[in-house]
């Protein structure tokens, strides 16, 4: 889940300077948002994709002010560490 | 004009993690003499509520946004036919995020811009009363007063189109203001989209708001202008017909 463009974000800016006061000084904007990682089935990969689409839509992301994008990967388990991204 | 069968009766909604609802019950029942009932989210019926009251807090621990797991407690649903029946429902601080969650307000409200949380009192400009009568109606255009405010996340956003429908129909009822009225970048505590502290919606039977009245209702706390959000709820009733029946 990420802010929309032109959404002000304030938890992005202010970790933005202070990447900058640790020298990163190319650091031009910081834009924060959520992961999430679900361990779920479905029959088929586009069972998959619905299925997130809708979880997005009715709870996980606010239209007002966010976008939700997301990735299926097939068997693989939320605590496995080779499911981050 | 009496009320028909006596008091105001208010229904007070309880999420796991709400923090102000004993506060609009002493208001509602111990300075004001009405009937005040707790209802805790799980309950799927309003009973005999003349309005209803969605107080602050933090529902559901405010996890993955402030409002977004309330909004699907089995008593949104009552909330909502309430709501779209013309009932009076009022949403504060943590209640107003609820109902925008909801989908029964316009708008979002997000972490407030300078990170903090604020907890100070606020003056704010009273704007077109008239759209919310059951809320406002004792108050005038222009009226200036203050309340508490206490969230870390009250900043009022929406999209450029939406803000201009709620301004054309007359529906920021609330703004943050300094001590002689005007709407300043420095008077505005969370970084508002142009300083809005509450709104209603169409009917103009939903209240949301981000400061506390019900905690401004004795001189003994600092002040009592939130008083006058209930005396106009009070007024209302009196004056609704159907909430007259109701009593019968």
Redesign the interface.
Known sequence: MALRAGIADPEGQTIGSALRSLGYATVAEVRSGKLMRINFEADDHATAEAEVAEMCRRLLANPVMEVASWEIRADEQVGDERALP | MTLLAGRPRVAVAVFPGTWSERDFVHVAGSVLGWEARLLWHTETDLGDADAVVLPGGFAHGDH??TG?IAR?SPIMAAVGAFAAAGGPVIGSCNGFQVL??AGLL???L??????EFRCDWQTLRVEHPSACASWLGDLAEGDLIRLPISHGEG?F???AATLDALEASGRVVLRYADDVGRVTADANPN?SERGIAGIVNERGNVLGLMPHPERAAEPEVGGSDGLRLFRSLERWLHDQPAAAERRL
Not at chain 2, 110 to 115: E, S, Y
Request: no cysteine; charged share 25%; proline share 5%.
């Open positions: 993955l946004r977004a699907f925008t969650e316009p708008g979002a997000m972490r407030n811009d300078h990170l900043r956003v929406a999209g970084g």
